[in-house]
């Protein structure tokens, strides 16, 4: 059944729309830079103005809220919350995959195996930081972005790409910049829009906004609750513009 064009318009406005003013500001003050797409995201558009929306989730641990007060503080979690809030009436379903220290091979096994499941119209894919930590080969993984955005692009659906968490021990003993560099450059081939993870954070713990690597031991629970809700609210404001990029261009209205 589709909607009537009045309602299309109702929810891609709710959709589209910037959340309520917060405490911190829009996803928890970030540079405004580090929340524009810079790309389309098509099949997110016509999705949503369907009324119906399904959104694939996968990546390594981060993604199921390891240090957070429990699973509903998890970033993706707290990304449904606010899209639900946002547009109560789109049908929303949202599926997580992820588990500790998977590489950018076997999470691309994941989103193959679970598009070949059914269909999904946005992937979101957290990727490159197993390699980055561990020291694997770099052009493996670019490799493996490649394939796996290509077949992302084959379902019909629209992707993006998160990079690393940031972390001050990590950039002190790995070349973190070769690995996020390259991530941003397979992204930028297939037109595909990147949460600057690494960025955000350094931003909000440079601002005193959040900083789970310096929170004491009391602290950290509660720090880790609030960066997956940031790294949430700025994921919302990223695939919005990503939409609204995308009702703007010929032929996506």
């Known amino acids: 059944m589709t909607l009537g064009a009045g309602r299309v318009l109702l929810l891609l406005g709710l959709l589209l729309a910037p959340p309520a003013a917060t405490a911190g500001g829009m996803a928890c003050d970030a540079p405004p830079e580090l929340l524009a797409a810079n790309a389309a995201l098509p099949a997110t558009a016509r999705a949503a103005s369907t009324g119906s929306l399904r959104i694939l989730i996968v990546g390594s641990a981060s993604v199921l ?23 109560p009436h789109l049908k929303l379903d949202m599926v997580t995959r992820g588990a500790r220290g998977l590489t950018t091979a076997e999470t ?9 499941r059914s269909p999904f119209n946005l992937v979101l894919w957290q990727a490159g930081t197993a390699e980055a930590v561990r020291g694997l080969d770099l052009d493996e993984m670019v490799e493996e972005l490649h394939a796996g955005l290509a077949k992302v692009v084959a379902a019909g659906a629209d992707a993006v790409l998160m990079d690393h968490q940031f972390s001050r021990f990590i950039r002190a003993n790995a070349n973190v910049d070769a690995y996020r560099d390259a991530l941003r450059l397979t992204a930028a081939a297939h037109g595909v829009p990147v949460l600057r993870r690494w960025d ?7 601002d005193d906004i959040v900083d789970v690597e310096r929170a004491s031991r009391q602290e950290r629970v509660a720090a880790t609750d609030k960066l997956n809700d940031c790294l949430a609210q700025a994921m919302q404001a ?3 513009d990503g939409v609204a990029e ?8």
């Open 200 to 206: 955000l954070m350094q931003a909000w713990a440079e």
């Open 108 to 116: 691309g096994a994941i989103i193959a195996a679970e598009l070949a």
């Open 238 to 240: 990223l695939i919005r």
């Open 246 to 253: 995308a009702r703007g261009r010929p032929g996506q209205r």
């Open 65 to 87: 809220g390891p240090g957070t007060s429990g699973p509903s503080a998890a970033w993706p979690v707290r990304l449904e919350a606010l899209i639900r809030a946002r547009a």
